[in-house]
């Protein structure tokens, strides 16, 4: 290995090793911000890496993708966006590669299969002017491809950051005049954005759960925004939702991820509140970026919901009953797609029952590219 390489080696494990810190420190949180810090680690690893082929740079980004997703494997996006990066390099990849072949027929050479690594395609000529032009063909095919998959991850980006518009175009169609809404999850700006947008041509009302303990705060400042909307808003316990359920026209919820089964994983409570709407016959949305969609399945349900602090729960200064019983408080839940009705999100509308559909079809159509549905760590 070279100096330069050894070099550029030192700089991407620092600069992996400080973002999976970043990540276990809890120093970033949050999907949306997550999903956007990702995007732009990916893009500085991509600037110095060194690799010779494109199977090189597929395999170094999988690994990196591989080493993130472990350092926090319960937040998902960062394998979604790592998946979609791999995406963008196959395209440019594959597509470069089917260009020089229809040029090679069109000159008149043969039509042998190409190699897909454009950067060996003079690699069968053995003289010492075609080995000089093929180092710096390779030199100017890797920055070309860099140049490529880098405006690709800020495109990304800039879908993601366009995530809460295009939903909110959808709020006339979905929302009724003077209908009862109810919402278990103060914490969701997509949320806070969609009845912002929708109280510019509806009046309705908006019932927000206190979500006892982690998200009081939360939840005051929520109800606060709606109010300086014009919005009537009305903070209910926790305890009361199985009572107001009967006058409330939709429950409206906020994922942090969506499986390809059509489940998601909210706030605690959520699934409670989307249970009692299932028994009321209450329709319950689901608003979420495309880049939360995750296609793995959760086999293990347990291992999705996190522990947080008991001391919110119970105060450790009574001392005489924290040592008598076992205090949790679980931050996420789990929703089963049986609760959900439909998902919002910046493309389309989907019942819970076409998400398996959908990434069925998306993998039906990479299903040439090696270990894309399994994001890269096989």
């Not at 690709?152 to 009862?180: C, F, K, Q, Y």
Request: hydrophobic share 40%; aromatic share 8%; charged share 20%.
């Amino acid at each position: 290995m070279s100096s330069a390489s050894h070099v550029a080696s030192q700089k991407l494990d620092i600069l992996v090793d400080t973002f999976i810190s970043k990540l276990k420190r809890r120093q970033i949180t949050g999907s949306y911000k997550i999903a956007t810090e990702t995007c732009q680690f990916l893009m500085r690893v991509i600037s110095t890496s060194r690799w010779s082929t494109p199977q090189e740079f597929i395999q170094l980004i999988r690994k990196v993708g591989q080493r993130i997703q472990e350092a926090q494997p319960r937040e998902f996006v960062t394998g979604n966006v790592v998946r979609r990066v791999l995406a963008i390099i196959r395209d440019e990849v594959n597509g470069t590669g089917d260009s020089l072949n229809n040029a090679n027929v069109n000159n008149g050479a043969p039509s042998a299969p190409v190699d897909t690594s454009m950067f060996q395609l003079l690699s069968t000529v053995n003289t010492s002017s075609s080995t000089n032009l093929s180092i710096k063909e390779n030199t100017r095919g890797q920055n070309d491809l860099r140049s490529v998959v880098i405006q690709g991850i800020r495109e990304l980006s800039d879908e993601i950051s366009s995530v809460n518009e295009n939903i909110e175009a959808m709020t006339v169609d979905l929302i009724h005049e003077n209908e009862v809404l109810l919402t278990p999850t103060p914490g969701s700006g997509t949320v806070l954005n969609f009845l912002l947008k929708a109280s510019l041509k509806r009046k309705f009302t908006v019932l927000v759960t206190e979500s006892y303990p982690n998200d009081i705060e939360e939840c005051h400042l929520f109800a606060k925004k709606l109010a300086e909307a014009n919005i009537e808003t009305v903070i209910i316990p926790d305890s009361t939702v199985f009572a107001v359920m009967s006058r409330v026209g939709k429950v409206l919820i906020g994922a942090r991820s969506v499986f390809a089964n059509g489940g998601c994983v909210s706030n605690a409570g959520v699934a409670a509140v989307c249970e009692c709407a299932k028994e009321h016959r209450t329709p319950v949305f689901a608003v979420a970026g495309l880049y939360k969609f995750s296609p793995t399945y959760p086999f293990d349900k347990d291992s999705l919901i996190e522990v947080g602090n008991s001391g919110k729960v119970m105060p450790f200064e009574d001392s005489d009953l924290v040592g008598k019983c076992e205090v949790t408080n679980p931050v996420f839940d789990y929703v089963i797609p049986e609760h959900i009705d439909i998902y919002i999100t910046n493309m389309y509308v989907y019942f819970f029952i076409f998400i398996n559909l959908l990434f069925q079809f998306i993998l039906t159509e990479v299903k040439h590219h090696t270990n894309t549905q399994n994001i890269l760590f096989s």
